[in-house]
């Protein structure tokens, strides 16, 4: 690890996230050439995007689990537990109040990773009864539908603000260094994340 650099993520956490990245970019492309028609009659093939689609999903949904349960077990543990506690901080911070003192995730990172935790569930169950519908009517439900759609377009407005946040804003681009190398800078940790318990 270089000088003045500690460790943000561990192996099993910034697999599980480019995983989740790769899974969701190959069924939001084979989405869109399913939901738009104009891509759809420009690319052709359309059963053949469907089965990627749909085998995709299943994929996406498989290899995540399969990385929980194969990589560091007590990790993720310790990882749940840190995003699923929000305390005073975290309600001012989502007040607008920013407080310099957050633990190894704010209040946004911790709401965003539950969003996505929920938005694969919900995807999962949703794909599944969409396909069981096209193969039986009994499954067929004009909710199912609109879930799907609807959580399409809230997680295209999550991922853009979580691009702007990786890529452009001054502040937040340098997390990005965690998520692929593992490791930040020590002092701009101590900056953003003040009250995480290497710190202490």
Known sequence: MKPGYIRRFSRTERTLHWVNATGFFLLLT?????????????????????????????????????????????GMLRLARELDVFEREDVNWLRGRRPREQDRFNAGQKLNAILTAAFVILFLVSGLLLWAGEQDTRFRFASTVLLHDGLLYISLVLLLGHLYLTLIHPATRHALHGMVLGTVREDWAKRHHGRWKIFE
């Open 30 to 74: 084979t989405g869109l050439i399913l939901y738009l028609p104009s891509l759809s009659v420009d690319v052709g093939r359309r059963p053949l995007i469907k089965n990627i689609h749909f085998w995709g999903g299943i994929g996406w949904v498989a290899a995540l689990i399969l990385i929980v349960l194969l990589g560091d077990r007590r």
